[in-house]
């Protein structure tokens, strides 16, 4: 069992940066791919950022590439999401997500979620 804890959101201006954090429990952090999704009000939760479980591949949606950065420490069992250029439009809950497979942009495909972390930009 992983559980997982998001950290970082806020309020921020447009073209703002933040940095979110989601720290795992647990000795197999390291074998799991990690995701970020993110949930904006009256929407469906969407697909945001994915990372294998050693880094090497990642995957970002359309709307975040170039302003988003996923990294992971598996020393640290946490995993990250650099954000910046930031739009009212990323204003959502943000959530990370763990996956025993191999890194997916399919939501489904996730095991273990946290229970999210508030992202608001101001115009």
């Known amino acids: 069992q992983v559980q997982l804890v998001e950290s970082g959101g806020g309020l921020v201006q447009a073209g703002g940066s933040l940095r979110l954090s989601c720290a795992a429990s647990g000795r197999t952090f390291s074998s799991y791919a990690m995701g970020w999704f993110r949930q904006a009000p009256g929407k469906e939760r969407e697909f945001v950022a994915a990372?294998?479980?050693?880094?090497?591949?990642?995957y970002y949606a359309d709307s975040v590439k170039g302003r988003f950065t996923i990294s992971r420490d598996n020393a640290k069992n946490t995993v990250y999401l650099q954000m910046s250029s930031l739009t009212p439009e990323d204003t959502a809950v943000y959530y990370c997500a763990g996956n025993r497979g191999m890194a997916t942009m399919r939501e489904y495909e996730y095991d273990y979620w946290g229970q999210g972390t508030q992202v608001t930009v101001s115009s």
């Open positions: 990372i294998s479980w050693n880094g090497g591949r990642l």
